[in-house]
């Protein structure tokens, strides 16, 4: 109900209570489509951007985008929804984040799904693999368009590094609003605690939480290396960010429309791929430097094996096992 009354609210707020939620918003001789998203690193930033420019320049000017950035509309979960009811016409969230709208992106969650970076780009390219993943919400009124890099999630804490399962035992760990997050962490011997980003900090503080898993963005983008000095590589999950667009907006589009928005979304990941990498290893100097984050690896082995339960249910499960062994067959061909 209060989702609800948040979503009601905040189409007023944009479009005012006499236009009402148009799918799209007029400007002229131009459609513009509104792209809200919460908190990023600027290379996400600078690729949503991408994507905006490329659709004006492959419309010529038919098709602009209008953004709504950090936050400013929501959390992750209020923004899809707020997609899901043309409030908004496109954002950008985590894989996990959608696990709620479609179980499919539930295979993301798997600990250790992907043996490196090079496995995870091949199966996040292959649309064999993507195209069902990205369709599944459209009954729910949502399309995928793409995914952006979000790097390899790895523990920070509080109290001194995680170098192996023990080293989590009772500790309370945030995770995202997923189950297969929440079943890691237990497998690990921590206590999940499921909450949303803008809460971490303030927890990590209070210590309500010994600690968390994200990517290195974190630690000084989010400010998270004033309070969770202890990093440390065990580069459990590879979750890529999600572009979902609302298929009604989607629908409405011409043909040509349609594709310049799918190649823009394409490209848009292309150009983000180039930037992330040297944007990690400069967020990891500047947290290393300005707030004393210390980094350490990890031996992943003991973390793999106790992790095991979830990939035996993902194999067992009629609904996920080809999917998985799709993946996992990107793997050995490697």
Not at 157 to 165: Q, Y
Not at 270 to 288: C, G, L, P, T
Request: with cysteine; aromatic share 10%.
């Amino acid at each position: 109900m209060k989702r609800n009354t948040f979503v009601l609210l905040t189409c007023l707020l944009l479009f005012g209570i006499v236009s009402g939620c148009s799918n799209i918003s007029k400007a002229e001789d131009k459609e513009v489509l509104r792209f809200a998203y919460a908190s990023n690193s600027q290379p996400v930033i600078d690729a949503m951007n991408e994507f905006g420019r490329l659709l004006a320049e492959k419309t010529n000017g038919q098709l602009d985008v209008e953004y709504f950035p950090d936050g400013q509309l929501g959390g992750e979960r209020e923004l899809i929804e707020l997609t899901q009811t043309d409030a908004t016409d496109i954002t950008k969230v985590s894989g996990s984040a959608l696990e709620g709208f479609s179980n499919q992106y539930s295979i993301f969650g798997i600990p250790y799904l992907f043996d490196s970076e090079d496995h995870y780009y091949q199966v996040l390219e292959n649309s064999e693999i993507m195209d069902p993943i990205y369709q599944s919400t459209e009954d729910v009124g949502l399309t995928g368009l793409t995914y952006y890099d979000s790097g390899a999630r790895n523990f920070y804490m509080t109290d001194g590094p995680v170098e192996t399962p023990d080293d989590l035992q009772g500790k309370n760990i945030r995770v995202m609003q997923s189950e297969t997050a929440i079943e890691m962490i237990e497998l690990l011997g921590g206590s999940p605690t499921p909450m949303g980003s803008d809460e971490v900090y303030t927890s990590l503080q209070q210590g309500i939480i010994d600690g968390a898993e994200n990517n290195e963005f974190v630690l000084d983008t989010a400010g998270h290396g004033d309070v969770a000095k202890y990093y440390s590589y065990d580069e459990h999950t590879r979750v890529p960010d999600i572009i979902v667009m609302n298929k009604e907006t989607l629908d409405s589009l011409t043909e040509q429309q349609r594709e310049a928005v799918f190649e823009s979304a394409e490209e848009s990941t292309a150009f983000q791929k180039e930037v992330w990498r040297e944007a990690v290893e400069n967020e990891k100097e500047i947290a290393a430097e300005e707030h004393g984050v210390e980094y350490n690896e990890v031996d992943k082995k003991p973390f793999q094996d106790a992790v095991q339960p979830i990939h035996e249910e993902f194999q067992k499960d009629e609904e996920f096992s080809e999917v998985y062994e799709a993946i996992r067959n990107l793997a050995e061909n490697e």
